[in-house]
């Protein structure tokens, strides 16, 4: 019965594919189990002194949410090993929810196809981008309109996600709220062109085109005034090495894709948050290609 769910970060968006482009990468939330007459929660790592360790924890709402979907109660106790940034841009929501799932189908011993999966995901994210991701792994290209459509695309093996963290928490909701209600049809027609672009380079490795394919005007210089010296970071990113950087979801990481040079992107990126007196860290990411895994333990 004592059993482990990984599930890996994501980042969102890469510039123009807003709400529809998602990357899953090598950084990971591990969920681990025991039985247990009554719920308990401990959680280690990110998010340690933040995250409530009752009921109202999101994992334990979708997990709960799962097993009811299933017609079963049985209650867990479980440990989060956090590893994924709050509140960054990183999917850490989305690997909650997807552990939720997960945990209640080892439990019940049911699989859950994938659209009962992304039904029960989406009461609490209602958001392709990171969800799918964390579950599937890989480069995911998602569209909704009522039923969920989707597809993998391969990544580049020499292509690495050099991720900047800098201290500042800011919400999904936050980070929505500056959003315009509508766009005029040149932005709209300039992201359509960028988001099929960015699609041509990955897929020929036309490396020398993704500082043009991951411009955006949908939610990037919106959501740039909430993070100090936005453009200065990414100008920095591009001076060491980077062939993109962009906001990665709703922020407030910074991403940049590179094929080398990767100590020296993230280094040149944190300076400018250094600069400002606010704390910043960067990773250097590989993609992820499994999503989520359970592990007996």
């Known amino acids: 019965m004592r059993f482990k769910v990984s599930v890996p970060a994501s980042t969102s968006n890469l510039g123009p594919g807003f709400d529809a482009l998602g990357l899953a990468l090598s ?31 999101l994992f334990l709402k979708t997990y709960r949410s799962t097993m009811e979907y299933l017609g ?18 990183l999917g850490s929501s989305a690997t909650a ?14 699989k859950l196809s994938l659209p009962e999966v992304i039904d029960i995901a989406f009461k609490f994210e209602p958001h392709p981008d990171n969800v799918l991701p964390a579950y599937t792994g890989g480069f995911v290209v998602a569209a ?15 292509l690495k996600v050099v991720i900047v963290v800098p201290e500042l928490f800011l919400s999904t909701e936050d980070s929505r709220s500056v959003l315009p209600e509508s766009y005029p049809k040149k932005d709209v027609i300039f992201n359509i062109q960028r988001v099929a672009l960015l699609l041509g380079a990955l897929q020929k490795r036309d490396y020398g085109l993704l500082k043009e394919a991951v411009k955006d ?5 919106y959501r740039c005034d909430l ?6 970071v990414v100008s920095e990113g591009y001076k060491a090495g980077a062939y993109a950087v962009y906001l990665s979801g709703a922020g407030s990481c910074i991403g940049a894709l590179a094929d080398g040079n ?22 250097v990411l590989d993609v992820d290609r499994d999503g989520a895994k359970i592990e007996e333990l």
């Open 227 to 232: 993070i100090p010296s936005f453009w200065e």
């Open 262 to 283: 990767f100590d020296e992107i993230g280094r040149a990126m944190c300076n400018v948050f250094d600069a400002l007196g606010i704390e910043s860290r960067y990773l």
């Open 97 to 110: 929810i997807v552990g939720g799932i997960l945990a209640a189908e080892r439990i019940s011993g049911k």
């Open 217 to 221: 005007r949908i939610h990037q210089p």
């Open 144 to 158: 909704t309109n009522g039923d969920l459509h989707y597809i993998k695309l391969d990544w580049p093996d020499d």
């Open 27 to 57: 950084l990971y939330n591990e969920f681990l189990f025991e039985p247990s007459d009554f719920y308990s929660v401990e959680i280690e790592g990110e998010g340690k002194e933040e995250l409530p360790k009752d009921e109202s924890n």
């Open 72 to 89: 079963l109660n049985q209650p867990i106790k479980v440990k989060l090993i956090n590893r994924i940034p709050l509140g960054r841009g």
